[in-house]
């Protein structure tokens, strides 16, 4: 039994450290990353008008206060004295997809039109999922501070009421008494279905690997798997689009995808890329847990040859849809929070107060 297990949990360990390293290179290079697409949208634009690259980054690098910048700037202005290609000096660690786009642009002549595509792309990307934060932000801080408060009021607020209520001859009150114990057994509950709704979810990538008959049964009824199935289909379908749009052929594409980024990305691609060397048409190639809207774009780009402007569409559409289900959580849900609220806070004052107006109730009738 054991063995069954362990290798499982020596896959999510492993998984652990991978993501672990991802986000410390990423927090590293996080001040270069959100100056970026400005910097190459600026270096393309003085490109387009005639100016040569290393004085663009001259220029750009003058301009600049940023440490992290200018030490990038000064990298790259150093590599192309050194006649190094465009695709090593503008690349960022951690961002092995833009060294191929700049790669491809280099080779084909479309430099500058790439990089402003990329930074448009760049741009929009950052304000979506901005919004998406701004728009679970509310429920997130109302959530916490509901937890925060019930925890509280059950080990800070009740023990102090309870022991005076005690000390007075009060504690055997019904209404307040059946308050108390509600608030003493509310955040056990809270915490039992809060680990249930994790255990379940981070079970679903095992059981997926394990019997997938099972996870799929099981997708169509937990919420939030739709969510996350729309999310894998658009950071796909960008990636893809994104290097295919570039002029970099699909197998090349997958094979760049395979050897970088997330696990789920490498392995996803690279089951792809294989089933396409192995002969299998464009549209069953494409297997995996994705949004039914992939598939129907793959078969119409099978057809039309227009792959990347179907992936831009299903990017698009995924985008949009992500959004819709989002926002129709959220209406749902920050009422049913208020309400909870509300709720804790009348519960609240029935077990801590009853018993004192009781009290008074009682010396008044004496």
């Known amino acids: 039994m054991m063995n069954f297990f362990r290798r499982p949990l020596r896959i999510w360990m492993q998984r652990c450290r991978v993501w672990t390293g991802q986000h410390l290179r990423r927090a590293r290079t996080e001040p270069l990353r959100r100056a970026l697409p400005d910097l190459l949208q ?35 202005a150093a590599g192309i004295e050194q006649g190094l290609p465009v695709s090593e000096v503008l690349s960022v660690d951690g961002d092995p997809w833009l060294g191929l786009l700049l790669k491809s642009g280099e080779v084909s002549g479309t430099l500058v039109d790439l990089l402003l595509r990329w930074s448009a792309d760049e741009r929009r990307r950052r304000e979506w999922t901005a919004g998406l934060k701004k728009a679970l932000g ?47 057994s509310l955040p056990v509950a809270v915490g039992l279905c809060g680990a249930i709704t994790v255990a379940l979810y981070l079970s679903l990538p095992l059981l997926h690997r394990i019997c997938p008959r099972g996870f799929a049964v099981l997708a169509r009824n937990v919420p939030g798997v739709v969510l996350w199935r729309l999310w894998r289909t658009q950071q796909f379908a960008s990636l893809i689009g994104r290097l295919v749009g570039a002029g970099i052929p699909l197998v090349e594409s997958l094979a760049a995808a395979s050897e970088a980024g997330p696990t789920w990305v490498r392995a996803a691609a690279g089951q792809i890329r294989q089933n396409l060397l192995d002969g299998v048409p464009l549209a069953r190639a494409f297997v ?43 209406r749902r849900l920050e009422p049913s929070l208020t309400l909870a609220t509300g709720g804790l806070i009348a519960l609240t004052m029935l077990s801590l107060y009853v018993p004192m107006y009781t009290a008074l109730s009682g010396m008044a009738v004496q």
Do not use: K, N
Not at 53 to 71: I, M
Not at 143 to 165: D, N
Not at 293 to 317: F, K, N, Q, T
């Open 42 to 76: 600026t270096l393309a634009e003085m490109m387009a008008s005639g100016v040569s690259l290393q004085d663009s980054v001259r220029y750009v690098q003058a301009g600049r206060t940023d440490r992290a910048v200018r030490a990038y700037l000064g990298r790259a």
């Open 138 to 184: 509310y429920p997130a801080m109302l959530t916490l501070s509901s937890v925060a408060t019930l925890g509280l009021i059950r080990f800070v607020v009740l023990p102090r009421f309870e022991a005076m209520y005690a000390s007075l001859g009060l504690a055997g009150q019904g209404d307040g008494r059946l308050g108390f114990r509600l608030l003493q």
């Open 288 to 330: 995996g847990d994705w949004d039914p809207i992939l598939h129907l774009h793959i078969r119409l780009a099978e057809l039309s040859g227009m792959l990347s402007d179907g992936l831009d569409r299903v990017d698009a559409h995924c985008r949009r849809e992500l959004e819709r289900r989002v926002q129709r959580i959220l």
